[in-house]
Every structure is written in structure tokens, then in C-alpha cells.
């Protein structure tokens, strides 16, 4: 059993404080496999915002700012387990989630935000990079 916890804790060192999904398959030879998922967005949002609890009234009263590199850093980490296409569709749903916590996005409610990257204002910062 101390060998699992251990496993864990090693695959899990880098989101230190934050609530991560783990998933563990123990075999009866005592053999086990570790699958350590992404956390919540809301998790990931907060981290990077640097505060434990959203707004009570999301819609008026702001608890955080992020800036557009760090929705995009939370969009791509969280990609490959949203429903999204594309990292623009991505940071959509990421921007989503700072609407329900009370988090602008460089000053900006995020609602008016969500509308510029619908306008392709931030078309550029969203691309998905060509792969090499």
C-alpha cells in the first residue's frame, strides 16, 4: 500500500495543492496502475488566480484577475479532456468557468471577453500550433 501512495504522490508532486482526479487499478499479484487526470477547471482557475473560493455573486462582485496567456496556458492544459475542437473552443469553456467563479480576464467581465474571442479578436493567441 505504501508503494501506491508513494507512486501517487511522485505522479502527482507537480499540481501540489490542487484537487487532482487519480484513478488506481491494484492487481491481486500486488501489482497496480496509476492514472492521474487533469484537475477540474475551476481547481486550475483558482490555483492560478491565487484564492480558494469564488464569488458569492459572480456577476457583480469579482474575486480575481487572469490575463489572456494564463486562459490560454488553463485551455491547453485542460484540452484533451474538454468536448472542444480547438484550443479557441477550449478557452471558451475555461473563460465559462470564470464567469460562474467571479474572475475577469484583464480587467473584462468575462462575458464581454467571451464575446471579442467569438469576434476573433484573440484568433491569433488561440491558434493551434502546427504540428512540427
Known amino acids: 500500500m505504501q508503494a501506491v501512495v508513494q507512486e501517487i504522490n511522485d505522479q502527482t508532486a507537480a499540481f501540489d495543492g490542487t484537487e487532482v482526479p487519480v484513478t488506481v487499478e491494484y492487481?491481486?499479484?500486488g501489482s497496480f496502475e496509476i492514472e492521474v487526470g487533469v484537475p477540474p477547471t475551476a481547481e486550475l482557475v483558482k490555483d492560478e488566480a491565487g484564492f480558494e473560493t469564488g464569488s458569492g455573486e459572480p456577476q457583480e462582485e469579482f474575486v480575481a484577475d487572469l490575463s489572456v496567456d494564463q486562459i490560454k496556458q488553463i485551455a491547453e492544459q485542460k484540452h484533451p479532456d474538454l468536448l472542444s475542437y480547438d484550443l479557441k473552443a477550449?478557452?471558451?469553456e475555461v473563460v465559462g468557468t470564470c464567469t460562474s467563479l467571479g474572475v475577469t480576464i484583464e480587467g473584462n467581465d468575462p462575458r464581454e471577453f467571451?464575446?471579442?474571442i467569438d469576434d476573433g479578436?484573440?484568433?491569433d493567441v488561440f491558434a493551434e500550433e502546427a504540428a512540427a
Open 27 to 29: 492487481e491481486d499479484d
Open 114 to 116: 467571451k464575446e471579442r
Open 121 to 123: 479578436e484573440y484568433d
Open 90 to 92: 477550449a478557452a471558451k
